[in-house]
């Protein structure tokens, strides 16, 4: 659901920041991983957003201004967790912020997107996807809570990407055709 529009310059920053939450969170994830080293560059980014929040320039787009603080953020993970294990090296978070800018135009238009292609989804092919990506299990722990082979659960899910996929894909065309 769209936020009202802003009527105050704190307004407007709590607005962006909102609605900016699923790309920098997305971006923390496809930078390092599901999980705590995400979860705490992201959390890193939005701290150090509400710290340099009077220096965002509101003619500006917001997104691409806040994807800049997530990749310093990552970049401190990737320093600080260096020595306990592999993550990517600076070179590739650097490519990879790189192209989250360049789609950041798109995010939000895409998000309404999804969300509408998600209501067109059946209760259980929502609930299946939400257990996976938003609750975490595995496909094994899916499979047994729905008495379902591992197999089964990963067709399942491909084609439900698939049918989303699509929808998002039919939608984009309707709009370049508008």
Not at 11 to 37: I, K, M, N, W
Not at 53 to 65: C, G, K, R, V, Y
Not at 101 to 118: G, M
């Amino acid at each position: 659901m769209p936020l009202p529009p802003p009527s105050l310059p704190e307004d407007a920053f709590v607005h962006a920041l909102t609605e900016a939450q699923l790309p920098l969170r997305a971006y923390c994830e496809a930078s390092l991983g599901r999980g705590e080293d995400s979860k705490d560059a992201w959390q890193r980014t939005n701290v150090a957003l509400w710290r340099k929040a009077a220096a965002w320039d509101t003619s500006t787009p917001f997104l691409p201004w806040a994807l800049g603080f997530a990749k310093f953020e990552v970049l401190a993970v990737i320093r600080d967790r260096g020595r306990e294990r592999v993550l990517f090296d600076s070179d590739v978070a650097e490519l990879m912020a790189e192209a989250a800018r360049e789609r950041a135009p798109s995010v939000p238009a895409r998000s309404v997107q999804l969300a509408a292609c998600l209501e067109k989804l059946s209760d259980r092919q929502r609930e299946m996807l939400q257990l996976h990506y938003t609750a975490g299990l595995s496909m094994a722990e899916i499979a047994d809570a729905h008495k379902m082979g591992v197999s089964a659960v990963k067709v399942f899910l491909l084609r439900v990407r698939r049918a989303l996929a699509e929808c998002i894909q039919q939608q984009e065309n309707k709009e370049a055709l508008a």
